[in-house]
């Protein structure tokens, strides 16, 4: 059984919503992506505006066209979407039950199929579904 906990991410505060990364068994995804990317300057940029698309989105100001996009899981009462830039893939959801933001995965526009199935899995593990 995994462990989860909700982890409030710094660098988006003060909002309408409130944004938390999800830890699995002491690893966050998030952390993990963006120390990956790191060193890479394009991949790092990209990586940066997502965030700021969080905050906007937090603060319910508009997301340019484009940036945000729904997924659609058949999960009941789960809603689930993404921010998007050319190569990178930011994925978080929310439950009608719990309003907060909750970053639950990153990854590379060119493997989005197979994030989008570790998403679902990850979603129904945490959930207990």
Wanted: aromatic residues 14%; positive net charge.
């Amino acid at each position: 059984m995994s462990d989860f906990v909700l982890k409030e991410i710094e660098a988006i505060k003060g909002g309408k919503y409130d944004f938390y990364k999800l830890e699995i068994n002491g690893t966050c995804a998030l952390d993990v992506f963006e120390k990956e990317i790191r060193t890479n300057k394009q991949y790092y940029s990209e990586f940066t505006t997502l965030i700021s698309y969080a905050q906007l989105f937090s603060d319910g100001s508009i997301i340019p066209p484009g940036k945000l996009g729904t997924i659609h899981l058949n999960i009941k009462n789960v809603f689930v979407f993404e921010f998007k830039s050319k190569h990178l893939r930011i994925y978080f959801f929310h439950s009608k039950s719990n309003p907060d933001r909750i970053v639950a995965l990153c990854g590379y526009k060119n493997k989005q199929k197979s994030d989008i199935n570790s998403l679902t899995s990850l979603i129904k593990r945490y959930l207990n579904i």
